[in-house]
């Protein structure tokens, strides 16, 4: 904490209009800020903290594209007692994944405390033919969480347009949302 209140220190009294030399000195305070933060996406692959290890997740989230699963993700990332993956593994709907072997899927798993649960999220665990039955094998009590909107199909087909073009008004997509 020391640290960081004295870059910011050094950050604010740093001589008015001398120019920071390609941003070095910003991008170092900005990546020792993010290794401070409590953010599960900011752990470090080679840090590990004292007490944690990399586990098996012991929720799922899966759902439609564009039903909200990166939301609830980011949400119960807040929460001190759960770690998330901080990118979707697609390490049962993939067979290329799949046959890494559970360890090179443990090994994109965050670090966590025994406390902690470890939460990934694959919206396309939700069409996968072979992604049930793998998951089952894996872990019979694995906990699923199924997030789905309820959704008109010109609705969806919105939702998958102004992802593509930000521009599309929120009203329009509001009409024909449930």
Known sequence: M??????AYLLLTHTQGAPVENGALLETLKSQVG??????????????????????PQTIIIGVRKGGTRALLEMLDIHPNIVVA??????????ENYVKGIDWYRSLMPFSYENQITIEKTPGY???P?????IHDMNS????LLIHLCITPVGRNLIYYSAAN????MELLQ???I
């Open 2 to 7: 020391a640290f960081l209140l004295v870059s």
């Open 35 to 56: 290794l401070l933060s409590n953010k599960s996406d900011h752990y470090s692959a080679q840090v590990r903290p004292p007490g944690t290890n990399r586990q098996i």
């Open 175 to 177: 009409m024909y949302t």
């Open 166 to 169: 930000p521009l599309v008004s």
């Open 130 to 134: 072979q992604a049930p039955e793998r």
């Open 141 to 144: 009590s694995i906990k699923l």
């Open 86 to 95: 901080t990118t979707e593994v697609h390490f049962f709907d993939w067979d």
């Open 126 to 128: 939700f069409t996968s």
